[in-house]
């Protein structure tokens, strides 16, 4: 049987949250280099903002690492999906006329539309790139692994 509950937070964001309990922090977590990841040159057409954007707004935390870049580019293109998506399901309606005598259906874009959301919603929630995933977070310490010395030496960074 899988572990239940939520999934555990990484170390870093744990960190970042302020996180002052020794037996919650697991100081012998792998570490990623934080290198920002590359964009990728064969992005799909119109991811290129999302990834700019996600770049730009959580690129100085300190969280990202050259690792996630896989989920960034699986955000990004799936932002781009979406939108096509919404806007085709927007221009065509919600109902559309059936292939058997003309009757009304739903639109299949619906469902497209619906997927691409929730898998954008879901891939936004492991970068920390919604407002309940950031909740908590402080800006990063100076230097790499400052937040992490001063915790253990005992003094106090806000």
Same mark, same amino acid.
């Given at each position: /049987?899988?572990?239940?509950?939520?999934?555990?937070?990484?170390?870093?964001?744990?960190?970042?949250?302020? !996180? *002052? *309990?020794?037996? *919650?922090? &697991?100081?012998?977590?792998?570490?990623?280099?934080? &290198?920002?990841?590359?964009?990728?040159?064969?992005?799909?057409?119109?991811?290129?903002?999302?990834?700019?954007?996600?770049? +730009? !707004? =959580?690129?100085?935390?300190?969280?990202?690492?050259?690792?996630?870049? %896989?989920?960034?580019?699986?955000?990004? !293109?799936?932002?781009? *999906?979406?939108?096509?998506?919404?806007? +085709?399901?927007?221009?065509?309606?919600?109902?559309?006329?059936?292939?058997?005598?003309?009757? %009304?259906?739903? &639109?299949?874009?619906?469902?497209?539309?619906?997927? &691409?959301?929730?898998?954008?919603? /879901? %891939?936004?929630?492991?970068?920390?790139?919604?407002?309940?995933?950031?909740?908590? =977070?402080?800006?990063?310490?100076?230097?790499?692994?400052?937040?992490?010395?001063?915790?253990?030496?005992?003094?106090?960074?806000?």
């Amino acid at each position: /049987m899988g572990r239940r509950g939520p999934r555990p937070a990484p170390t870093a964001l744990k960190l970042l949250r302020g !996180e *002052r *309990r020794p037996s *919650r922090v &697991n100081y012998r977590a792998p570490k990623p280099l934080h &290198n920002l990841p590359a964009k990728p040159v064969d992005l799909a057409t119109g991811a290129e903002a999302t990834w700019d954007l996600v770049i +730009a !707004e =959580l690129g100085h935390t300190g969280v990202l690492a050259a690792i996630d870049g %896989l989920v960034l580019r699986l955000l990004a !293109e799936a932002d781009a *999906r979406y939108k096509a998506s919404a806007t +085709a399901l927007a221009a065509s309606g919600p109902l559309i006329r059936g292939a058997r005598q003309g009757e %009304l259906i739903k &639109n299949p874009l619906h469902q497209i539309v619906r997927d &691409n959301a929730t898998l954008l919603l /879901m %891939l936004a929630r492991e970068l920390g790139a919604t407002p309940s995933a950031r909740a908590g =977070l402080r800006a990063p310490a100076s230097e790499p692994g400052a937040k992490l010395a001063a915790f253990l030496s005992g003094k106090r960074i806000a």
